[in-house]
């Protein structure tokens, strides 16, 4: 009898019991969580103190790099300026922490590629035409030989001007012809395909610019070739 009474008993509470184990061990697990908040503080300190680190030494690299730039063109070139672009337009915006020796005529670069020729200096601002803005023109030759012009048009990079007697040759890439501001064998772009037909007098190709000014890094003004 008393056996009977015992699992009637038990057999009432055990639902009881049910919640009151599901209870402990939320409790238990948010005691747990709360135990580790301490070490995961610790943690998110340590990931923040790397973060802040690593963004040191990227900026310290992009410093070297820029720093690196101006030697590679000041070897090739007898005086750079760096400048930062301000806005892009039909032209281009841009400035620099000293405008000195900057002139009308002073060819924009990156690196080795022409992106640009400067129009008119208003400090604190240096106003560039862009390769890609409608009649601009160039002196030019190719890297097999033939020599000619380059010009935007109709929202084209094309090369014109070459004689008929002279071979075009897709994938030869255009080069700037020495004058006073601007140096020799800057890097315009590649010829696309010939575009003039073989009764024409003169020649022409489409053209794929070497870089766009959008997203050209590291840019500077050749003031003196």
Same mark, same amino acid.
Do not use: C
């Given at each position: 009898?008393?056996?009977?009474? &015992?699992?009637?008993?038990?057999?009432? /509470?055990?639902?009881?019991?049910?919640?009151?184990?599901?209870? =402990?061990?939320?409790?238990?697990?948010?005691?747990?969580?709360? =135990? +580790?908040?301490?070490?995961?503080?610790? +943690?998110?300190?340590?990931?923040?103190?790397?973060? !802040?680190?690593?963004?040191?030494?990227?900026?310290?690299?992009?410093?070297?790099?820029?720093?690196?730039?101006?030697?590679?063109?000041?070897?090739?070139?007898?005086?750079?300026?760096?400048? =930062?672009?301000? *806005?892009? +337009?039909?032209?281009?915006?841009?400035?620099?922490?000293?405008?000195?020796? /900057?002139?009308?005529? +002073?060819?924009?670069?990156?690196?080795?590629?022409?992106?640009?020729?400067?129009?008119?200096?208003?400090?604190?601002?240096?106003?560039?035409?862009?390769?890609?803005? !409608?009649? @601009?023109?160039? !002196?030019?030759?190719?890297?097999?030989?033939?020599?000619? =012009?380059?010009?935007?048009?109709?929202?084209?990079?094309?090369?014109? %001007?070459?004689?008929?007697?002279?071979? /075009?040759?897709?994938? %030869?890439?255009?080069?700037?012809?020495?004058?006073?501001?601007?140096?020799?064998?800057? #890097?315009?772009?590649?010829?696309? !395909?010939?575009? *003039?037909?073989?009764?024409?007098?003169?020649?022409?190709? &489409?053209?794929? @610019?070497?870089?766009?000014?959008?997203?050209?890094?590291?840019?500077? /003004? #050749?003031?003196?070739?």
């Amino acid at each position: 009898m008393t056996q009977l009474v &015992s699992s009637s008993i038990q057999t009432l /509470i055990m639902p009881l019991q049910q919640p009151l184990f599901l209870v =402990r061990l939320s409790l238990l697990n948010q005691t747990n969580l709360i =135990r +580790q908040f301490p070490s995961w503080k610790h +943690q998110a300190l340590k990931l923040k103190e790397e973060n !802040d680190s690593l963004k040191v030494e990227l900026e310290s690299l992009k410093k070297l790099q820029a720093e690196l730039q101006i030697t590679n063109l000041n070897k090739s070139y007898k005086k750079v300026k760096p400048v =930062r672009l301000v *806005s892009l +337009q039909n032209k281009a915006l841009l400035t620099s922490s000293d405008l000195t020796g /900057i002139i009308p005529g +002073q060819p924009l670069v990156s690196k080795l590629s022409l992106l640009g020729i400067v129009e008119a200096v208003t400090p604190p601002v240096v106003k560039v035409i862009p390769l890609n803005l !409608d009649g @601009l023109k160039l !002196d030019v030759k190719l890297s097999s030989g033939p020599q000619g =012009r380059y010009t935007y048009t109709n929202n084209m990079p094309l090369l014109i %001007d070459i004689s008929s007697k002279e071979t /075009i040759l897709p994938g %030869d890439t255009l080069f700037t012809k020495a004058s006073v501001n601007i140096p020799e064998n800057l #890097i315009i772009g590649q010829v696309v !395909d010939v575009l *003039s037909q073989s009764s024409d007098p003169l020649q022409k190709a &489409s053209v794929k @610019l070497s870089q766009d000014l959008n997203t050209a890094n590291d840019l500077f /003004i #050749i003031t003196e070739p």
